[in-house]
């Protein structure tokens, strides 16, 4: 059962055959959880957009959901000419727009996550992992603990420190079983030492 359904995530059809002089790519930067908003916006207006989405799986009191979100979360992208940057503006959906100034790069980028798209690849959000980053633990016995990464071990699993009554024990987790966690460091280390 759909959570998020599918929303439009190319138009035109043919959007990577556009002329870059006539149609420069555009950034626009959407209000939170606004992108699918503002594609349903532009394409009756005729403003060609990409919004890659992908798949999330959930469970809740034993059913199964799927939900279709941006790939890139807050940002859709824009083949946008005089007025498209204006219907863009005027939806009252978009924070601003960034200027791309590596048009080809962005291109072949886009075009090669599209084709990728189209053969059924599963696209999944990688946001990379640092050491130092907080992050919190999304799945298993841990869930809901929050650590510091010490040190990536291989490609896909890290070593995270996981503050418990004021003392911290090493445990390995898989990559992605943690999410980063965003806000001020004291005030999730304090929370990390209650939990």
């Known amino acids: 059962m759909p ?50 989405q992908h798949e999330r799986h959930a469970a809740r009191s034993g059913r199964r959901f799927v939900s279709f979100i941006p790939l890139f979360p807050g940002y859709v992208f824009l083949r946008a000419d005089p007025g498209a ?46 050491e130092g980053d907080l992050v919190t633990i999304a799945s298993g016995p841990f869930q809901g603990y929050r650590g510091r990464v010490l040190r990536e071990q291989s490609a896909s699993r890290l070593i995270v420190s996981v503050s418990m009554l004021r003392q911290s024990v090493a445990v390995e987790f898989d990559r992605s079983s943690l999410n980063r966690v965003s806000g001020d460091a004291r005030t999730v280390a304090e929370q990390s030492a209650v939990a």
Not at 97 to 122: I, N, S, W, Y
């Open 3 to 52: 959570l998020l359904r599918r929303g439009p995530e190319v138009f035109p059809q043919s959007l990577f055959d556009l002329s870059s002089a006539e149609f420069p790519w555009m950034v626009a930067q959407t209000r939170s959880r606004q992108e699918k908003a503002l594609v349903r916006n532009l394409e009756p207006l005729r403003v060609p957009f990409y919004l890659p």
């Open 85 to 130: 940057r204006t219907a863009a503006l005027r939806s009252g959906l978009v924070v601003r727009l960034l200027e791309v100034r590596d048009q080809e790069l962005l291109h072949a980028e886009l075009r090669q996550l599209r084709k990728l798209q189209q053969t059924g690849a599963r696209l999944v959000p990688y946001a990379p992992l640092v």
